[in-house]
Each structure stands twice: as structure tokens, then as C-alpha cells.
């Protein structure tokens, strides 16, 4: 069964017009920057499948030229959004192509002219689409599926085209676009169909991971300090639970007077202080979580006791530092090392519970270990 050119410019119009409505609809909830400039890609693409019958009544300036300028348009902002998706920026070079290309098509040139537009459009459609595809292998999103697959996508349409444009002289390939009559005219219209499908597959496929991401993040942080609550910090913890590595835990002095004297909005001031000054204090690869009320852990991969036990003291001296009151509002930490194994983290938070005991016991404001001797659990719950 063949199909006829017409059928399939009237198939790819339907395709991207349902697409561009799909994810304007999308970008109006979520407000996703590259969601409207792939919604505007599509949008080109129905514009120049619109305007291309015209071409057929003799009109050469909005039938072929402004028809077959929606093409580098729609790719321009394809590129656009792979940019946004990646949180990237555009040089202003590549904003301008579509522009080039409509200067250099409506240039008179001799010879034939249906051959030389076809080489500028496929030409500009070819480094479009490979850019945006390099754009994305670049990004370490391309790790997931449907990323590698947008990426894919723009990589083979940008070979393609590459292929398109070195044909635009051959015999046969190019020959009257007013009818559509050609071999690579025919070709590229069935290619296009199937890279609109691929896009909006990718693209649907990206917002439905974003939203995954979204719940999780939602359910594994903390509101009011933005840092992983318990569950997000069991859950991160569990690449580290193989290797060695230190536990802090670590608790404010004093806090429930700070409430009782001051209000709860200087308490959760300071614990939104506390998470702040945690952040830009432990290493890199360090997991901070607040675990409940002013209890706060971090995990430090890689790090012995002793080189914990370390960045506690210095945890303590940088935020007594900070605050105005004499023991109130400071920290107590306890420290415990872990060596591989979930249950030794485990056992490594019961230690730095008895460490940071230990702590308190001995006057608030200061880092310690558990003691050596001895292996019952001191109840925490009764000092502040």
C-alpha cells in the first residue's frame, strides 16, 4: 500500500499539533521552561504544514519559502528547549539559524533552486538537531530512559538531514517541491512522522519522571530546614552502609527553652540557621538530615573516628560562634564510626546516642564519643 505525499503532510500536521497542544497544557501546570519551547516547536511545524498546499497554487514566498522556513524555526526552538531541559544557555549564534537560513534560501542563486534551499534547510535542521543531541548526551540526565531516547531522537534526525543536505544535488533525490516529487521529499516526510512521535514519546516520558522525582523529594525532606528528614536519610544512607565511614548526631542545647523563653519562631529560626551552617561545614559528601525536633545526623563516608570526631569539635566551635547566649542554642554531638554493614550503622547510632550523652553529661557544647567502658544505653531522652 503507498501512501502519498499529501496524506503524510497531512498526518505529521495532526501528530504535531496534538503534541503542541499536549505539552502547552503541561507547561501551563508545571511551568517547565522547555515544555513551552518544544510546544512552539510543534506549533512551527503545523504552520509550515499549513502553509505547504499553498505551494501547489503557484505561491513561492508563503507555499515554499516561509513553509520551508517553519523547519529550521521548529528545530531552532527544539534546541531551545534541550537547553532549558538541560539547564543550559544558548549562545546567540544558534538562536540565529533559522534567520541565516531564510536569508540564504531567498537569496536568487543560479541554477536550480529547489536544489539549494534544500541543501541550506537540511543543512541547518542537521546542526540543529546534533547540537541538541550533544547537549543531552553531555547532561548526566542521560542516564535515564527517557532522556537517552530524546537524545537518540535528535541524533539520528540530525544524521539524517546531514544525509538529506549531501543528497540535495543526486539525481532523483530533489525534484520539484512545488509537487512534493522526489525520493528524499517522500523520505523525509515519513522520517519526520516518526521523530514527532519519538519527541513527544521522550518528552512525556520526562515530565512523568519529573513528577516522580517531585513526590520523592516531597516525602523525603524536610520542610523546614529543606535537608532529608529520617526517611530520606535512611534511604540515602543505604549506598554508604558498605563502606567505612563516621556518624555524628547531634542535638541543640537547651532547646526547649529557647521555644519556652523566645517562641517557636526563633527555635525554627534557629534550626533553619543550624541546617544552613551544617551545609557549608561537613564535606562535600557528607548526608545531612534532621531526624525529628532539633535531633540532627551526618554521615560522613570515608571519614575514621578520630577525623569525625574532629569535624564535631569544629561543629561545635563554629556555631557557638554564631550564637549570642552562653550555652544555649549550642551543640552537642557524639560520634561513632561504621564499618560496612547495615546493622553496624545501626550500632553505630546507638554509639553516638551514647556520645553525644556523654556530651551533655559533661556540660552541653562539645563533641564526644562513647565511652569505652560499659554497654548499656543511656537514656537520652532525659537530658535537653
Given at each position: 500500500?503507498?501512501?502519498?505525499?499529501?496524506t503524510?503532510?497531512?498526518?505529521?500536521?495532526?501528530?504535531?499539533?496534538?503534541?503542541?497542544a499536549?505539552?502547552?497544557?503541561?507547561?501551563?501546570?508545571?511551568?517547565?521552561?522547555?515544555?513551552?519551547?518544544?510546544?512552539?516547536?510543534?506549533?512551527?511545524?503545523?504552520?509550515?504544514?499549513?502553509?505547504?498546499?499553498?505551494?501547489?497554487?503557484?505561491?513561492?514566498?508563503?507555499?515554499?519559502?516561509?513553509?520551508?522556513?517553519?523547519?529550521?524555526?521548529?528545530?531552532?526552538?527544539?534546541?531551545?528547549?534541550?537547553a532549558?531541559?538541560?539547564?543550559?544557555?544558548?549562545?546567540?549564534?544558534w538562536?540565529?539559524?533559522?534567520?541565516?537560513?531564510?536569508?540564504?534560501?531567498?537569496?536568487?542563486?543560479?541554477?536550480?533552486?529547489?536544489?539549494?534551499?534544500?541543501?541550506?534547510?537540511?543543512a541547518?535542521?542537521?546542526?540543529?538537531?546534533l547540537?541538541?543531541?550533544?547537549?543531552?548526551?553531555?547532561?548526566?540526565?542521560?542516564?535515564?530512559?527517557?532522556?537517552?531516547?530524546?537524545?537518540?531522537?535528535?541524533l539520528?534526525?540530525?544524521?539524517?538531514?546531514?544525509?538529506?543536505?549531501?543528497?540535495?544535488?543526486?539525481?532523483?533525490?530533489?525534484?520539484?517541491?512545488?509537487?512534493?516529487?522526489?525520493?528524499?521529499?517522500?523520505l523525509?516526510?515519513?522520517?519526520?512522522?516518526?521523530?514527532?512521535?519519538?519527541?513527544?514519546?521522550?518528552?512525556?516520558?520526562?515530565?512523568?519522571?519529573?513528577?516522580?522525582?517531585?513526590?520523592?523529594?516531597?516525602?523525603?525532606?524536610?520542610?523546614?530546614?529543606?535537608?532529608?528528614?529520617r526517611r530520606?536519610?535512611?534511604?540515602?544512607?543505604?549506598?554508604?552502609?558498605a563502606?567505612?565511614?563516621?556518624?555524628?548526631?547531634?542535638?541543640?542545647?537547651?532547646?526547649?527553652?529557647?521555644?519556652?523563653?523566645?517562641?517557636?519562631?526563633?527555635?525554627?529560626?534557629?534550626?533553619?540557621?543550624?541546617?544552613?551552617?551544617?551545609?557549608?561545614?561537613?564535606?562535600?559528601?557528607?548526608?545531612?538530615?534532621?531526624?525529628?525536633?532539633?535531633?540532627?545526623?551526618?554521615?560522613?563516608?570515608?571519614?575514621?573516628?578520630?577525623?569525625?570526631?574532629?569535624?564535631?569539635?569544629?561543629?561545635?566551635?563554629?556555631?557557638a560562634a554564631?550564637?549570642?547566649?552562653?550555652?544555649?542554642g549550642?551543640?552537642?554531638?557524639?560520634?561513632?564510626?561504621?564499618?560496612?554493614?547495615s546493622?553496624?550503622?545501626?550500632?553505630?547510632?546507638?554509639?553516638?546516642?551514647?556520645?553525644?550523652?556523654?556530651?551533655?553529661?559533661?556540660?552541653?557544647?562539645?563533641?564526644?564519643?562513647?565511652?569505652?567502658?560499659?554497654?548499656?544505653?543511656?537514656?537520652?531522652?532525659?537530658?535537653?
Amino acid at each position: 500500500m503507498s501512501v502519498d505525499a499529501h496524506t503524510m503532510l497531512l498526518l505529521s500536521n495532526g501528530i504535531a499539533f496534538v503534541a503542541a497542544a499536549f505539552l502547552l497544557i503541561e507547561w501551563r501546570s508545571l511551568r517547565e521552561g522547555f515544555l513551552l519551547s518544544f510546544a512552539l516547536g510543534f506549533l512551527s511545524i503545523v504552520l509550515g504544514c499549513s502553509l505547504a498546499p499553498l505551494r501547489q497554487d503557484g505561491s513561492f514566498l508563503v507555499g515554499i519559502w516561509l513553509s520551508n522556513a517553519m523547519v529550521p524555526l521548529a528545530h531552532m526552538l527544539f534546541l531551545h528547549g534541550a537547553a532549558a531541559f538541560t539547564h543550559r544557555k544558548l549562545p546567540l549564534a544558534w538562536l540565529l539559524a533559522p534567520v541565516f537560513c531564510a536569508i540564504l534560501t531567498a537569496i536568487p542563486v543560479p541554477g536550480d533552486r529547489d536544489q539549494v534551499m534544500s541543501l541550506v534547510n537540511a543543512a541547518g535542521v542537521a546542526l540543529l538537531s546534533l547540537r541538541a543531541a550533544a547537549m543531552l548526551v553531555e547532561t548526566r540526565r542521560t542516564t535515564r530512559s527517557e532522556t537517552s531516547m530524546l537524545a537518540s531522537t535528535f541524533l539520528v534526525h540530525g544524521a539524517f538531514y546531514g544525509v538529506k543536505a549531501m543528497s540535495a544535488f543526486v539525481p532523483g533525490a530533489f525534484v520539484d517541491l512545488s509537487s512534493y516529487s522526489g525520493a528524499m521529499i517522500a523520505l523525509s516526510l515519513f522520517e519526520g512522522i516518526l521523530v514527532e512521535v519519538a519527541l513527544a514519546m521522550s518528552i512525556a516520558g520526562a515530565l512523568r519522571r519529573r513528577r516522580e522525582d517531585r513526590v520523592t523529594k516531597l516525602a523525603e525532606s524536610d520542610p523546614l530546614t529543606g535537608l532529608l528528614n529520617r526517611r530520606g536519610f535512611e534511604a540515602h544512607a543505604g549506598a554508604a552502609r558498605a563502606g567505612n565511614g563516621a556518624l555524628l548526631v547531634i542535638d541543640v542545647d537547651n532547646f526547649k527553652t529557647i521555644n519556652d523563653c523566645f517562641g517557636h519562631q526563633e527555635g525554627d529560626r534557629l534550626l533553619g540557621d543550624l541546617a544552613e551552617f551544617l551545609m557549608t561545614r561537613v564535606p562535600p559528601t557528607a548526608i545531612v538530615a534532621r531526624l525529628g525536633g532539633d535531633e540532627f545526623a551526618v554521615l560522613l563516608p570515608g571519614i575514621d573516628e578520630a577525623a569525625g570526631l574532629g569535624i564535631a569539635e569544629d561543629l561545635c566551635t563554629g556555631f557557638a560562634a554564631r550564637q549570642s547566649g552562653s550555652n544555649c542554642g549550642t551543640l552537642s554531638i557524639g560520634c561513632a564510626a561504621f564499618h560496612g554493614g547495615s546493622q553496624d550503622l545501626d550500632l553505630a547510632h546507638l554509639q553516638a546516642d551514647r556520645g553525644l550523652y556523654e556530651a551533655k553529661s559533661e556540660g552541653r557544647n562539645r563533641a564526644s564519643r562513647a565511652p569505652r567502658h560499659g554497654s548499656g544505653i543511656f537514656p537520652i531522652a532525659a537530658v535537653g
